[in-house]
């Protein structure tokens, strides 16, 4: 069993890293780092979102993605505002130039898999999609490790 898990999980890796790539490329003239778009992405799912969230959710530390959103915010990608219930935290927006972006890149990544699978018969692409399903349920069902984060 442990040796198709790391089969799955070396195939999951090696598709994710195809999928960035053909988005890095499309988004190049935008000068944006594969961590930039991801933060980008988190702030745009969910508007207001506080640095030590997003930083929770990247899985990195609160200072690097700090300096990720000074690069953000310079370029004009992301404002910070105070929060009104509490002037400590800052929350994360993005400007309406990103807002465009937002809607540009997810469509990259679904042309990108209609290409492939343009010549696939149906039932390939359904089998793909029940396979990935299953797998999105069972990681769904485990509980979140204090140590994964670490």
Not at 32 to 50: F, K, N
Not at 99 to 126: C, H, K, M, Q, Y
Request: charged letters at 30%; one cysteine or more; aromatic letters at 2%.
């Amino acid at each position: 069993m442990r040796e198709k898990a790391e089969q799955i999980s070396s195939l999951l890796r090696y598709i994710n890293k195809k999928m960035q790539r053909h988005v890095m490329e499309q988004v190049q003239d935008l000068n944006l780092t594969a961590p930039q778009i991801m933060v980008l992405r988190h702030v745009g799912r969910e508007p207001g979102l506080s640095l030590s969230a997003l930083s929770e959710e990247l899985g990195l530390a609160t200072s690097t993605v700090c300096g990720i959103v000074d690069r953000l915010e310079r370029a004009g990608f992301l404002t910070r505002d105070s929060d009104p219930e509490d002037r400590r935290r800052i929350r994360l927006y993005l400007t309406p130039k990103t807002v465009a972006l937002r809607d540009r890149v997810p469509a990259l990544t679904a042309n990108f898999l209609a290409g492939l699978l343009a010549g696939s018969p149906d039932t390939e692409i359904n089998r793909i999609l029940e396979a990935l399903r299953t797998l999105a349920t069972l990681i769904e069902g485990q509980p979140a490790r204090e140590e994964e984060g670490k």
